[in-house]
DNA sequence: CCAAGAATTTGATATTTATCAAATGGCTGT
DNA sequence: ACAGCCATTTGATAAATATCAAATTCTTGG
């Protein structure tokens, strides 16, 4: 048996296209990794030291606030790249986690083999740019779209593009990424109020 | 009279070291432009051709929502960077609008220029990857910050570390940013409620 | 399969924030 | 300096959402 890298080099080559020597030394320091549900993926207070790309399953991203209490920041499907973006590039252990709510099958790179590649070529240079670029904007849709909306209106939003999330996650994750109550959560989607 | 560079080497300093003549070919490229208060850095419906990066006076970014309501999405302050993200990276014009608060200084590179750099070499590459990852760090953190946190949160935490923008912008822009209303924001201020 | 715990729903009520209306204050162009 | 136009404040009220409590449903380990 061998591993199969389609989903991940489709993925990269929506960024770039390396030269097949820079595709096997890249794969070559790519493993996969499987994840049972409420597995971390990344611990709190630990240093990030990989960058993943979840071929399947679901995770969810969680920090403490100030008071202590959980709060949820974003979900991975499959097909995204997960990691603790603060603690992975600053090299810092974060109050963040990722938990698997649902078991999870990822590929990833270590923060190191990543930083040589960086260094060896300026194709992973580009692909880290543009991955970056990439997400920099999908974070910038999300913002916007909390703004001058309400309660209501995030949770139609949310339903609408991410209905497989509520089979996934406990209201209580997706309440907190909305930041509205559980119960609140409960009624709307229940079309009271 | 010759140009300034000082603040903008110091800014890119922060990611990467260039040698001399990579300096010299990136200030080759790199004009300075003036604002007075009210004019548009960028327009909506255009596209977003600089990349600009402020050296003095303040600057906000708006969009319209599906109801056609202008929201303020950023602030400018002076040291930072300012384009349309998306619309400056696809290529697209957007609904997208940077509005000078003060007369505003900056200098800019065209996207053109700027795609030229990273062709030419790692060290530009690197830049944009760092820069964008950056930024990436920086939304992560406001949205964060707009989680489990009521309005009287947002407005306390805005306040205590964005002072000086209210001498600068209407309090219907504070407002749009913190996704609360004007009459809100303004018995806020006041201590009532 | 059952029991225990967790998740979700529902109800009653309180709090926060928005909305509408009007008064006051500040700024700008002539 | 003044008129006119915004910006801001204040008040009264309504609407949205949170909180607290309890009932119900679902899930999971044994």
New binding site residues.
């Given amino acids: 048996m061998h591993t199969n890298y389609t989903a991940l080099k489709t993925f990269i080559s929506f960024f770039v296209t390396p030269t097949e020597p820079e595709w096997d030394d890249f794969l070559s320091r790519v493993q996969t990794k499987r994840f049972e549900k409420g597995e971390n993926l990344v611990s709190r207070g630990k240093t990030c030291d990989y960058l993943y790309f979840i071929l399947d399953g679901f995770a969810r991203h969680c920090m403490l606030d100030e008071d202590g209490v959980e709060i949820t920041t974003w979900f991975n499907t499959p097909g995204s790249l997960a990691t603790d973006y603060a603690g992975f590039t600053i090299g810092d252990p974060q109050p963040f986690e990722i938990q698997a709510l649902t078991p999870v099958t990822a590929m990833c790179i270590s923060n190191h083999d990543l930083q040589i590649l960086y260094d060896k070529s300026k194709t992973w240079e580009r692909m880290g740019r543009l991955i970056n670029q990439f997400y920099l904007i999908q974070l910038i849709k999300r913002n916007n779209g909390m703004l001058n909306k309400?309660?209501?209106e995030r949770f139609e939003e949310f339903s609408s593009t991410n209905q497989e999330l509520f089979r996934f996650a406990?209201?209580?994750y997706i309440a907190s990424y909305l930041?509205?109550?559980?119960?609140?959560?409960?009624?709307l989607?229940?079309n009271?109020?």
């Fill in positions: 309400s309660a209501r406990p209201l209580k930041n509205i109550t559980i119960e609140t959560l409960s009624r989607r229940a009271t109020y």
